[in-house]
């Protein structure tokens, strides 16, 4: 599992093979991001209980996750 604190792991692949794979703290959906792409990530969020939280737009998730692009999900690892 990678290590430090508040790990981030972003994009719609990205983020559905690590909330397969590793505990995850919250996931973040931005809004306006395609409802079949992320829909996925919700469900399998939802089933494990964790924390979804939804960002207006895919340039405000981005730019908290530091990235120069818009992301539709990203999530933080326990």
Not at 2 to 26: F, H, M, S, W
Not at 44 to 72: H, N
């Amino acid at each position: 599992m990678p290590e430090g604190d508040n790990q981030r792991v972003v994009g719609i692949k990205q983020t559905l093979k690590a909330l397969k794979k590793y505990e995850c703290k919250v996931v973040y959906i931005a809004k306006e991001a395609d409802k079949h792409l992320v829909q996925p990530i919700i469900d399998l969020a939802e089933s494990k209980a964790i924390e979804i939280v939804y960002m207006d737009t895919m340039k405000e998730l981005g730019e908290f996750c530091r990235i120069d692009v818009g992301a539709a999900a990203a999530l933080e690892l326990k």
